[in-house]
């Protein structure tokens, strides 16, 4: 009996990259579902409280405050001819034969909601936030099947720009797959079916630029060669691109498709070596404000199923998609390179504009391959299967833009994950659910300061700034690299950054690119910081546990018996070093304390005295009670 608690306690070892804090967090702000969702789409927009929620058969609008959450549920039901046909022909799966609800998104105001309606795609417009009725109105909409997938297991990408839809579709039986201008009033547009392999979208971004006619969306996705042998890699990330003022070609040459369409090869792997991550399923794009600068970070896994991040820079790519080769192409181009964005023109129509659309028309990819920043993925834990990531961009108080990623797990926790140039820094990591399923989907609100995050049971909302957690000391709050929060000196608290705090005028401290607190000036007070020791009363022939809470996963912890003669390692057990009977430890009279090492300080955590009092205990008592009982009572003291 007492082996096996041993066993399992030094099972339990601190790894390096692991995050610092763990939280276990029970906001009110959740939903439940009334049935589980396993296909959820999400629909939000900065700055409000409410969030969209698309599921089978329903959406559901939930207003979110600090005290619940109000929902309102409206009923999308497929037609029962459609569901009838899908279940006849059964495919792919008979339980996809629902309308999955796969996508909600506000053009200019008009809200488009899509589902696969049983195998048969169908369009709404969702009027005063309660009634669903037919597209109708100025702009013109391709085909349903265009914007939703048939079924649910089969991702399609959808994003608003300029009053237009684009819409990406992976490929899946018959359908090519393709990438779409799918409503607006600009023309409708698509790509040509030889320029993608059966694609499988991972996320679409606008990359902004000052001047307005440059901007471009970008498209992330994996190409799957089915023909490819066993001993080769079948997918091939990919980072396809367009122009939005593209208007498509001439009557005989790309009429109704893209002339700006151009494709590149994205890796993720340390260098060359043959550890690479091929296939790409998710990405996301954070830039600055009408910049042409900022990081891709790609979402991948490889045929064992292990997931990374990359991280990439717009600037690169940027480069890369305007000045590499074209493959198959070697002649110089006459006039303007073909695929840039340019502003519409009288003049357009001429024969280099024509010879450009040629180019396009059969060379669409570059031979420049995307490379990440720092090399190889970022150095994350590898026990945690990544499902979902969604980014943030925060003003820190040196006035510095830095990256915090936002990872939803296979286990319903979520990471989250300071990226800096010098590399990755895991400030903490959430429990969250009642039932721990994968986390499906995130939506991130950068202004109001909030993360949803939603599994098949449940959404919860988390704030962003949660800086109340780190605790009363300003080391601690330093020493979190929470880029959200700063150690206010004068209130002596740790705060979250006020909107339009002024970083000249302003006094909060913050150290975000080392772990160093050494600007809060505490060194002498740590030293001589000491804890009351509790006392415990041990009978002679007992075993003793003494438990001390690990709080920074970061620190080392040991214990010392009085005057620090000698130090004492601890076993783990989950979150508590504990100070076990094992060989010379002399577990029997004394004051130990258990200390904490972090960023080159050493702090006392807790301390007990042990006092003998000389009596024996009963072997039956002990053996049953002694270490659980001695543990269980210290855990109700340190809460
Ligand atoms: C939406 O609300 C407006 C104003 O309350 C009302 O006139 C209109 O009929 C509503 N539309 C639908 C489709 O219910
Ligand atoms: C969106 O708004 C712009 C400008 O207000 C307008 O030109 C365009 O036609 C609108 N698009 C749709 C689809 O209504
Ligand atoms: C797919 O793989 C096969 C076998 O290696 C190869 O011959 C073919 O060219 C590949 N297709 C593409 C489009 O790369
Ligand atoms: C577009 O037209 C302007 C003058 O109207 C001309 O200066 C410019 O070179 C043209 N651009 C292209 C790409 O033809
Ligand atoms: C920030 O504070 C400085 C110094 O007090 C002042 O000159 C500046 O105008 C302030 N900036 C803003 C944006 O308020
Ligand atoms: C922390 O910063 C101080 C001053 O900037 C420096 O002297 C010290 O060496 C740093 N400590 C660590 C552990 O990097
Ligand atoms: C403690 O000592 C007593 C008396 O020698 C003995 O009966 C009992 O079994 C011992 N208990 C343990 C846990 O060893």
């Known amino acids: 009996m007492n082996s096996f608690i041993l066993l399992s306690l030094f099972a339990a070892v601190i790894a390096g990259k692991s995050p610092r804090l763990k939280f276990v967090v029970h906001e009110p702000s959740r939903f439940h579902f009334t049935k589980p969702e396993n296909y959820i789409s999400m629909y939000h927009q900065e700055g409000s409280d409410t969030l969209y929620v698309g599921g089978q058969a329903m959406i559901y609008v939930l207003t979110f405050t600090d005290r619940g959450v109000r929902d309102l549920q409206i009923p999308a039901a497929s037609d029962q001819t459609a569901i009838d046909t899908c279940k006849a022909k059964a495919a792919p799966l008979e339980l996809e034969c629902d309308n999955f609800i796969t996508v909600i998104q506000k053009v200019n105001d008009t809200f488009i909601v899509c589902g696969t309606n049983a195998g048969s795609p169908r369009c709404w417009m969702l009027v005063n936030d309660t009634v669903l009725t037919d597209v109708q109105g100025s702009g013109q909409i391709a085909s349903a099947s265009d914007i939703s997938p048939p079924y649910p297991s089969q991702r399609s990408i959808s994003l608003p720009a300029d009053g237009s839809l684009y819409s990406a579709m992976s490929s899946v039986g018959g359908h090519a797959g393709s990438i779409r201008r799918t409503f607006g009033s600009q023309k409708l ?175 669409p990819e570059i031979e420049d391959v995307i490379r990440p920043v720092g090399v190889a993925p970022l150095d994350l834990p590898t026990d945690d299967q990544i499902t979902h990531t969604v980014a943030d961009i925060v003003l820190a108080v040196n006035d510095e833009h830095y990256s915090v990623l936002y990872l939803g797990t296979e286990q319903g926790k979520v990471l989250k994950v300071l990226h800096t140039s010098e590399g990755v820094f895991i400030i903490s990591q959430y429990s969250l659910f009642h ?54 000196r004068a209130r002596r608290k740790c705060i979250a950054i006020p909107p339009g705090y002024n970083v000249t005028s302003g006094a909060l401290i913050q150290n975000l690119d080392h772990s160093n607190s050494s600007v809060c000036g505490e060194a002498a007070a740590l030293k001589q910081r000491r804890t009351s020791p509790r006392e415990v009363v041990v009978q002679s022939n007992t075993s003793i546990f003494l438990p001390c809470p690990v709080r920074s996963f970061h620190a080392t912890y040991r214990w010392e ?66 270490p659980s009982l001695l543990l269980a009572v210290a855990t109700l003291w340190l809460h």
């Open 435 to 488: 039932n721990e399923g994968p986390v499906l989907n995130m939506a991130i609100d950068s202004q109001k300061g909030h993360l949803y995050v939603g599994t098949a049971m449940e959404v919860q909302r988390l704030p962003l700034a949660d800086c109340s957690r780190y605790g009363d000391t300003c080391r601690e709050c330093i020493l979190s690299r929470d880029p959200y929060c700063g150690w206010d």
């Open 561 to 626: 018996k009085d005057n620090c003669i000698k130090n004492y390692p601890c076993l783990f057990s989950g979150d508590f070093c504990v100070l076990g009977p094992i060989i010379d430890t002399p577990l029997k009279e004394g004051v130990f304390r258990c200390m904490a090492t972090e960023d080159g300080f050493k702090v006392e955590v807790i301390s007990f005295r042990l006092v003998n009092d000389g009596r024996l205990l009963a072997a039956s008592l002990a053996s049953t009670l002694g």
């Open 189 to 363: 547009l698509k790509t040509e079916n030889i320029w993608l392999l059966n694609p499988q979208f991972a996320g679409a971004a606008i990359i902004p630029s000052s001047q307005k006619f440059k901007e471009e969306i970008y498209f992330f996705f994996s190409e799957f060669n089915k023909t490819a042998r066993v001993d080769e890699e079948p997918y091939r990330a990919r980072i396809g691109r367009i122009c939005t003022v593209d208007e498509g070609g001439i009557k005989a040459l790309l009429a109704d498709s893209w002339t700006t369409f151009m494709k590149a090869r994205v890796m993720c792997g340390a260098g060359n070596t043959q550890q690479q991550y091929n296939n790409m399923k998710q990405a996301v794009v954070l830039t600055a404000q009408d910049k042409r600068a900022g990081v891709m970070y790609g979402l991948f896994s490889n045929a064992w199923g292990r997931t990374v991040i990359c991280a990439y820079s717009i600037e690169d790519i940027d480069q890369a998609f305007s000045t590499s080769k074209l493959k198959g192409y070697s002649s110089p181009f006459i006039g303007s390179r073909p695929g840039m964005c340019v502003r519409k023109n009288s003049t357009a129509g001429g024969q280099n504009d024509i010879k450009n659309l040629g180019v396009i028309r059969y060379h």
